[in-house]
């Protein structure tokens, strides 16, 4: 077995490609992801077991299935139905980009709305106690308290969502399209050097999980930075409270 | 749900699923095992080859794994086999494959598990256990790892039910389990959405198993710990 270096220079410009189809998957369907999982997280903690009883049953589906099930089901299983194919929405439905994006959002949203359960369900009684005895309407606490105070206690674990997302994005090279991995698949059926860029991809793939868990620092430090007081003082603040030390 | 007659297909696919996942289990324990030892033990190198295992592994697609096990193991065990003078095309059969990639991404998870898990022994314990003569290998069957079991439990629990699903990516590379033969029986029937609906309503029935038989098996290795606690 001999190593081949030139193989793996030559390809990196693809690799690059695939890597930022990659990126695309990932920030798409996260995006949705969060959407999708605030309104999912927020019902899933209802008193009304009827309230409940949806989310609980998407979120059960979704993380109780593998990924690569849920992608052929949007993928392929769309096309079974005539009125999916007449219908407006199969310009999108047709297209390999958007049924990734579409499912991996879908599949993300289930474990967010998993993860802002439980932060939700851990942020301090008295702080929603002490918003509703400030005449807060529930709108009103969600934007300023509830919300805030989730992201803050669930980015840790947001972080590791977003990583399992990239190493999922992986599937989208089953429906055809070119990502870091398939990418990588095409190299080699030209060139027959699995192991080369195989591993050349993995380490991109390292390389953008590094990436992602700097930015999601950055953002624990932005959500939390209550605990970082008084060294670093939050911009636009009253100046009187600020002179108050 | 009308299978047209492909129900017994997706029982076999089951079938090899359910053997995919318990090999990797108990393979991926193994890996697991050694790698939170390697990452806790004095010698340095070793520590480094556990810290990289866990970083790489970690950091790559499973699916990219199975893929390079898949396709690039034959290079490397033909090399390895040219050494001694044997000069065969050897090629891993999808479920060796699948067994070995999937085993590999299982115990660098379960590393993790583990070392959390050992580091939660009071030190006391080994300590007692040096003084009255143990070897180290008894030290570990008798005081730790009946314990270690106790603690690791949720988080195994956990990465069992990932695993099982990533079964699943083991059918790109032609292994016949449930995804696959959900495929074969589209592919005949022309009807992809009530066979990968069917395939995966199996999964969530093999979860559900799961989480019930993690239950128990927690409930089980707590019970010493119950009672103190009401």
């Not at chain 1, 990734?100 to 959002?105: K, Q, R, Y």
Request: proline share 4%.
């Amino acid at each position: 077995m001999n190593w081949d270096w030139t193989v793996i220079w030559e390809n990196i410009p693809k690799l690059m490609d695939g890597a930022l189809l990659t990126l695309e998957l990932v920030f798409f369907s996260g995006l949705i992801g969060v959407l999708l999982a605030v309104p999912l997280g927020l019902l899933r903690v209802s008193d009304n077991i009827w309230v409940r009883a949806f989310p609980y049953a998407y979120i059960f589906f979704f993380r109780g299935t593998p990924l690569l099930i849920q992608i052929f089901l949007v993928y392929y299983g769309a096309s079974q139905f005539e009125w999916v194919k007449e219908s407006s929405l199969w310009p999108i439905l047709r297209e390999p980009y958007w049924c990734a994006v579409i499912t991996f959002g879908l599949h993300t949203a289930a474990y967010i709305a998993e993860l802002l359960r439980g932060a939700i369900q851990s942020i301090p009684r008295g702080e929603i106690e002490a918003a509703k005895a400030l005449g807060m309407s529930y709108p009103k606490m969600l934007q300023r308290i509830t919300l805030p105070r989730a992201f803050g206690i669930m980015m840790p674990s947001y972080g590791n969502e977003v990583i399992l997302m990239l190493k999922g994005s992986a599937l989208a090279s089953t429906i055809t399209l070119l990502d870091l991995t398939g990418m990588a698949r095409t190299i080699i059926a030209r060139t027959y050097t699995p192991l080369e860029i195989f591993l050349a991809a993995g380490v991109m793939y390292l390389m953008i999980s590094a990436l992602i868990i700097f930015i999601f620092r950055l953002l624990e430090r932005y959500f939390n930075r209550h605990q970082h007081w008084p060294n670093e003082k939050p911009k636009g603040l009253d100046s009187q409270l600020l002179s108050k030390d | 749900m009308d299978l047209q007659g492909f129900g017994h297909l997706l029982i076999s696919g089951a079938w090899v699923t359910l053997q995919l996942a318990l090999c990797s289990l108990a393979v991926g324990l193994i890996f697991g095992l050694l790698g939170a030892s390697a990452k806790v033990s004095s010698s340095r190198i070793l520590r480094a080859i556990g810290n990289g295992y866990t970083l790489f592994v970690r950091g790559m697609p499973e699916l990219l794994l199975v893929l390079t096990i898949f396709f690039g193991a034959s290079a490397v065990l033909m090399g390895i086999a040219s050494q001694f003078g044997y000069d065969e095309y050897i090629e891993l059969s999808p479920f060796v494959a699948g067994v070995t990639a999937l085993s590999i991404a299982f115990g660098a998870y379960a590393t993790e598990v583990f070392r959390s898990a050992l580091q939660e022994i009071p030190k006391g314990q080994k300590e007692a256990a040096v003084a009255l003569g143990m070897t180290q290998f008894q030290t570990f069957k008798r005081v730790t790892l009946p314990q270690v079991w106790r603690i690791a439990l949720p988080g195994l629990g956990n990465l069992f039910l990932v695993l099982l699903k990533d079964t699943a990516l083991v059918s790109v590379i032609g292994l016949n389990e449930l995804m696959r033969q959900a495929a074969v029986a589209v592919g005949y029937t022309k009807e992809p959405f009530t066979f990968y609906l069917a395939a995966a309503c199996v999964y969530l029935l093999l979860t559900s198993i799961s989480m019930a038989g993690l239950y128990y098996l927690e409930r089980f290795a707590n019970r010493g710990y119950q009672g103190a606690r009401s």
